[in-house]
């Protein structure tokens, strides 16, 4: 099985940077994606790191350590449309498909 | 707009009822998900479907039952329906399906079905 943690909620400053993490454990490791979900609309693709390091994409930027089954996601010059929730999820090799467990999300509010 | 179409948007029905969700994949996408969203709960996942077979299951009730059609859209069946099934429920699609793939999942807007 898989156990992925986050923190329930987090606030921030608008133009400020935010970092929300998100551990794991799991039997088979096989790629670690964030999504961004707004109140009752579709969880929107991110991010997706398979191995060790850093990978940027414009205002957001996620990291992944599989030795220590951590990851964040990295939100700069935040803006207040980036108010959501910001799920973790896991894939795993102990499945023959592609689904994704997801952590229970971090809900980000961006105040003025 | 992630091109993967859910019908309804809404559905309210009574305890004990059958409801039917419908989904379409993006085009050109060959596998399906389903997974479930309460209040109190995260994103569970369901079912997945690639080119009209299982692919991976998830803690799926009896009561619930999924199929992918020739024409690659998808359909969820919820029956004797209770009122802790009231939840969002998403479908989303992706190009592959299997574990040697890192395609992302693609997510409807999906259906919010509350059970009375």
């Known amino acids: 099985g898989q156990n992925i943690d986050q923190p329930t909620e987090m606030t921030a400053t608008e133009g400020a940077i935010v970092q929300i993490n998100c551990t794991y454990q799991?039997?088979?490791?096989?790629?670690l994606f964030w999504y961004q979900q707004h109140a009752g609309e579709a969880p929107t693709f991110l991010s997706y790191?398979?191995?060790?390091g850093l990978e940027e994409k414009g205002r957001f930027s996620s990291f992944l350590s599989r030795s220590k089954g951590y990851s964040y996601l990295l939100l700069k010059e935040l803006q207040m449309k980036d108010s959501a929730s910001y799920l973790c999820?896991?894939?795993?090799?102990?499945?023959?498909?592609?689904?994704?467990?997801f952590g229970g999300g971090t809900r980000l509010m961006v105040k003025p | 707009d992630s091109g993967v179409t859910q019908t309804p948007k809404h559905l309210i029905t009574a305890t004990g009822q059958r409801v039917t969700l419908r989904c379409s994949p993006r085009?050109?996408?060959?596998?399906v998900y389903w997974y479930q969203q309460s209040l109190d709960q995260g994103l569970q996942f369901l079912i997945q479907?690639?080119?009209?077979?299982?692919?991976a299951k998830g803690n799926i009730l009896e009561r619930f039952s999924a199929q992918q059609f020739p024409d690659l859209h998808s359909e969820l069946n919820l029956s004797s329906l209770e009122l802790g099934d009231s939840a969002l429920y998403f479908c989303?699609?992706?190009?592959?399906?299997?574990?040697?793939?890192?395609?992302?999942?693609?997510f409807g807007n999906g259906t919010r079905l509350t059970v009375t």
């Open positions: 989303a699609s992706s190009v592959e399906g299997g574990q040697g793939t890192n395609s992302p999942l693609h």
């Open positions: 799991t039997s088979g490791f096989n790629g």
């Open positions: 790191n398979v191995l060790d």
């Open positions: 999820a896991v894939k795993d090799t102990g499945n023959a498909g592609n689904m994704l467990t």
């Open positions: 085009s050109g996408d060959l596998s």
């Open positions: 479907y690639y080119n009209g077979e299982e692919r």
